[in-house]
């Protein structure tokens, strides 16, 4: 029984195999009838609950405020802005019935909303006093994905948060755009414990339309780079395009700057493969949806006393924690061990008979192992209390190790090929902007330029930015570079 | 400039355009492009936002957990339940290509979850030890209703929550309907401040499908019922056409009686009609976005001093209430007066020289008009305290009256008809339970039975049910009568 819900796939050898049983087994989603969709099961569902709650205070602190734009898109909305066409077309689901009627014109369901939002706010800004205007929502978005389906990582239907704003000047859309990105950095960052890398997009790799797109970038354990989210600088295009206008304090008519960012499920899977082992999932404190399991281990003849220990010791922690008693008869203490190691839980809490004696607790971590006996009754708050902080940190720390271990530098085109042939991770090179240096790695290795890290004269002080100096050539052509670059592959 | 933004149209002699007028002039929703679709603003998000956070603990606390399950249908699926198939087919939006591909199988957009859910739960429930299963999600769904939508009343995309249960007996399954049609009177009744009436739905008028519907019904001031709720018993019967078994203690396999039951944005429609008035919007403080709105009073010469009061206040307040500093230099009091009050926040505090002089606040009660002058600084979040109570309950009690006053009983078909012609709200009669009588009554004056009060007798203690006796004769056929019905013209 223990075995056959175990993991059986190995995580280095056959990472995707691992993360698909990883996804079944601990109870995060389930395929969907329609390919490339998915159920998300409620394990799943409060990790998201958990982002959402998190991310929804800080953009609402920093003067965000909820909306909610339709779901339908009529087809001529969203071939007013042509780049959104070209962008999305072959991704889009469109709805050609309502009831027994075919309607008079397609509509898509949202792939994205700049289309169906930028009219709304054409309309609602007047003057500069209704400037910036930034609406955010939650909201679940389509898109029509070929290929290579994978729950949370990419699926046709996805949840996520779409932010849109609109402002004055070019600087406050600047400013924006990377309070966002420092945002989305905060969530994956502190409460998913993922070291990430920050920068812009390549120019042919931005959103469709955008002046330019900023990523943040995090490292998973097959090599491979993931997107956890972006915010794009719109610049007036979007504005031009749906005639979002002000006065300013002149009675002069001026055209907005508006940028858009988000952050979707997809987090999921990138805390999934990050933290996971052999084992199941492993959670950070800070996102677990219970972060501390009690399991009660006894005969017959103490059950009573040591539930009523357990259940006492539950009582005291849920005021702190969010404590799970497995009072389960029906399976044993190893079985349970196995469970919640699966399901990821920081920590099991063991009580005995032994403890019960000795009024103490034996505690158990789930990213290491560790176990630590006798822990005192009276104390066990806060040795959790800190035992919590620990683990947050140390999973990120061994991340952040992780991560500066597979970045490395590379100066021709053949040390880029050499480099990413035989390691996983980051190739970082000087770069001269040029997309036709990018496609000669691109076509010989399927990595490509993922990330061009921010230089520290680029962008708000505050922002993490390359520390290294540039000057220096491209490493493909050598040409004068303009940039760092990082090739990795990607999802 | 204030008349054009102010409500021009009289609540009693045009309800309809009345609600529209609201609806948009308080920043609630807007017209989508798509027909009977819509815009929710950030005003009208976060009255949604909040009964969510509210039902969400709710549920949460009496062993909910929530799920997300995928936006589209197969239609193979919808037909697997032949009364649901009839029940929704006319109002399904149905997509039909993927990118530029026909599909193979048309798929739905969700109308209600229950054929996506159903085959789910009949994989994931095992043993008795799986149940109760109750999962529950916050969601979109669409139908495709052809006339007379209106911003949350009725429009063809809206929000909503869907719980779904599986249980091991029909008590719990009775139970459960039970337990959410209460919660859903705690959220209409205490946070909306809208009294109620709880029932169940007439045989011929229940869910597709389903055992029993129960029903919350509020009377709208144009002499209207609005459902804000219901919860479906449906007994085995999805069980049953979907497979959703379990083995017992003894290893013999059972069929579940499962539930369902929404609370959808329509209740925000409810919201606006049950307590606006003629200058626009009234929110209950429990419920309002803002409930105080601070006006600072000031010349150019004691400005700064005045701004400084105000701010002192806003701090102050912060703390223990939702509040507003209003120091918009653009705007002058009598705008902004109306403005708030168009809005419908709960309290206004004005401060000027004179209050700061006698370091004193004035307030003014959005529902009543009602002004006190000379509140001591010192004293006003106390006082406030006890404003926001009494305001909740006041707006609570004038509609209770109403409802009161609009319950008129009658004996006969001729006196159901009489008072329903020349009144508004319900006539409550004693009914036979047979279709026909009602229909004899809707033919005539299109007002149907819209509940059937709970006896005593017939549901859980501590759930309202009609005090009155039955006893006695159907008012139409005069055939016995089973139970005590409420017709009324509903939305």
């Avoid at 691992?18 to 490339?36: H, R």
């Avoid at 070291?195 to 339309?209: A, N, Q, R, T, W």
């Avoid at 100066?411 to 390691?423: H, Q, V």
């Avoid at 052509?477 to 303009?482: D, F, I, K, P, R």
Wanted: some cysteine; glycine content about 6%.
């Amino acid at each position: 029984m223990t075995q056959e819900l175990g993991i059986t796939t190995d995580k280095q050898k056959d990472p995707n195999g691992w993360y698909t049983e990883v996804v079944k087994k601990a109870d995060l989603a389930d395929y969907a009838p329609v390919k490339g969709c998915m159920v998300i099961k409620p394990w799943g569902m409060s990790l998201w609950e958990s982002i959402k709650s998190e991310f929804d205070e800080k953009i609402k602190e920093t003067g965000v405020r909820n909306a909610y734009f339709p779901l339908f898109i009529p087809e001529s909305y969203l071939e007013k802005e042509e780049d959104i066409v070209e962008g999305f077309d072959p991704e889009v689901a469109w709805v050609t019935h309502g009831g027994n009627e075919e309607l008079e014109e397609r509509l898509a369901v949202r792939p994205t909303s700049e289309s169906i939002i930028a009219p709304f706010m054409s309309d609602w800004i007047r003057s500069h006093r209704d400037l910036p205007m930034r609406l955010n929502q939650w909201a679940n978005v389509v898109r029509w994905e070929a290929t290579d389906t994978r729950p949370f990582l990419r699926t046709r239907e996805f949840l996520w948060q779409e932010g849109h704003t609109a402002h004055e000047t070019e600087e406050g859309a600047d400013e924006e755009t990377m309070l966002r990105l420092e945002q989305y950095e905060e969530v994956i960052e502190n409460l998913l414990a993922i070291p990430s890398i920050l920068g812009y997009k390549p120019e042919h790799d931005k959103f469709p339309g955008a002046k330019y797109t900023t990523t943040i970038e995090t490292l998973m354990p097959d090599g491979k780079s993931i997107q956890s989210g972006t915010s794009h600088q719109l610049g007036q295009h979007f504005a031009d395009a749906f005639d979002i206008t002000y006065m300013d304090e002149n009675e002069d008519e001026q055209v907005c700057y508006t940028t858009s960012w988000g952050l979707s499920t997809r987090t999921i899977g990138a805390l999934i493969m990050a933290h996971g082992d052999n084992d199941g999932l492993r959670l950070p404190p800070r996102i677990a949806p219970k972060q501390v399991v009690i399991v009660p281990i006894y005969q017959e003849e103490n059950k009573e006393e040591v539930l009523e220990y357990a259940e006492g010791l539950e009582e005291e922690l849920g005021d702190n924690f969010r404590v799970e008693l497995d009072d389960d008869d029906s399976k044993s203490p190893g079985f349970k061990f196995n469970h919640w190691e699966l399901k990821g839980v920081p920590v099991r809490l063991e009580v005995g008979p032994n403890e019960m004696e000795d009024e103490t607790v034996t505690s158990v971590r789930r990213d290491n192992g560790e176990k630590q006996m006798g822990i005192k009754r009276s104390e066990i708050s806060d040795k959790l209390e800190d035992l919590m902080d620990d683990i947050q940190e140390s999973m990120y720390d061994e991340l952040e190790e992780y991560l500066h271990d597979n970045i490395r530098e590379a100066e021709s085109k053949n040390e880029i090929l050499g480099t990413i042939g035989k390691n996983r991770g980051y190739v970082k090179c000087r770069w001269c902007g040029n997309e036709e240096c990018e496609a000669e790695v691109k076509d010989q290795v399927s990595a490509e330029i993922v990330v061009l890290p921010f230089q520290e004269d680029s962008v708000p002080s505050g922002i993490r930015s390359e520390e290294e100096e540039l000057g220096g050539e491209c490493a493909v052509c050598g040409e004068e570079a303009v940039t760092w670059a990082y090739f990795a592959k990607n999802y």
